[in-house]
């Protein structure tokens, strides 16, 4: 129950990034749902007593916007796949994970990125991931998204998983009510931005002991952590790539950054990486998809258990 009802307030907010997006974000603007779809319905009122007239000019902006209205109930139908896709199973709720145990079967990997969103290298990495028709999994600082709005609705436009990386991104302990005032206040604003209801965090540093994945899980956050570390923020390019392809595995989480910083060789190295991936054999799923699969073999197992 509490899935679904997380999943009734994820569509009712998600659907105003969404379907703005859908009839605005070509031209680079996103208005709000209550605007869009109050100029279509306005439209559709003048529009539909017109229907039986025959003027060109009338069938033409009758087709047009019955367009905008098919396309969208076409987005919110994808709204409602993208949706369930981002669910966390219950049993990870509350908990912390650094990757997913799957079966021999299944050979998934799940690609994160730290720190945005950020001028220009989160663009870039946008870029890259769709060239791939890979969806990754986003964990934003909540200043940040602040100052970049547009490219924080631009990433959950492409259908990419978010989580909550704090809003000032700092190594220091956390009373209770510092740590909910990081967390807190991020997560708000993901959900004013993008509308997407925000289930998962990732402590600044992979640090657990500072106060603020306790507050996380008291709120039933999964904490995310990784399994491969590309050092991206130290290393060359080449050894950025070698870090990722040698601690690569089924279920996996890889860490990356796309902000906070010059990220450039992270930008060149990404390419060869998702290559090789999936060369060895790898698809690439985002952190809620990569839970989702370790849950369902769970469940068959307990199936077949029991009918053993």
Do not use: C
Request: net charge positive; no cysteine; glycine share 6%.
């Amino acid at each position: 129950m509490a899935d679904l009802n997380r999943l009734l307030r994820q569509r009712k907010t998600f659907t105003a990034a969404f379907v703005a997006a859908a009839g605005s974000f070509v031209l680079g603007v996103m208005l709000p749902l209550n605007l869009r779809l109050n100029h279509l319905v306005s439209l559709w009122a003048v529009v539909q007593p017109q229907k039986s007239a025959t003027s060109p000019e009338v069938l033409k902006v009758t087709a047009a916007v019955e367009k905008r209205v098919d396309e969208a109930q076409k987005a919110i139908a994808l709204l409602e796949e993208k949706q369930f896709s981002f669910l966390i199973p219950s049993q990870f709720q509350g908990t912390t994970v650094t990757q997913a145990k799957l079966g021999s079967k299944q050979k998934a990997i799940a690609l994160t990125f730290d720190d945005g969103p950020w001028p220009e290298t989160t663009v870039q990495i946008l870029d890259i991931l769709n060239k791939n028709d890979i969806k990754a999994t986003f964990f934003w600082v909540g200043r940040y998204l602040k100052a970049f709005p547009e490219l924080g609705k631009r990433v959950a436009v492409a259908g990419h998983a978010i989580g909550n990386h704090t809003w000032n991104h700092k190594y220091v302990k956390y009373s209770q009510d510092a740590a909910a005032k990081e967390i807190d206040r991020t997560s708000s604003l993901i959900e004013e931005v993008t509308g997407m209801d925000v289930s998962m965090f990732r402590p600044p540093g992979g640090i657990l002991t500072n106060g603020l994945a306790a507050y996380a899980q008291q709120k039933k956050y999964t904490v995310v952590m990784w399994s491969a570390d590309s050092l991206d923020w130290r290393n060359s390019m080449q050894s950025l790539k070698d870090n990722v392809l040698r601690q690569a595995s089924s279920g996996g989480i890889v860490l990356m950054h796309d902000g906070g910083g010059n990220r450039s060789k992270t930008v060149q190295a990404l390419p060869n990486i998702i290559a090789e991936l999936r060369k060895q054999g790898y698809k690439f799923v985002t952190v809620p998809e990569l839970l989702q699969m370790q849950d369902e073999e769970s469940k068959e197992q307990e199936i077949a258990h029991t009918i053993d």
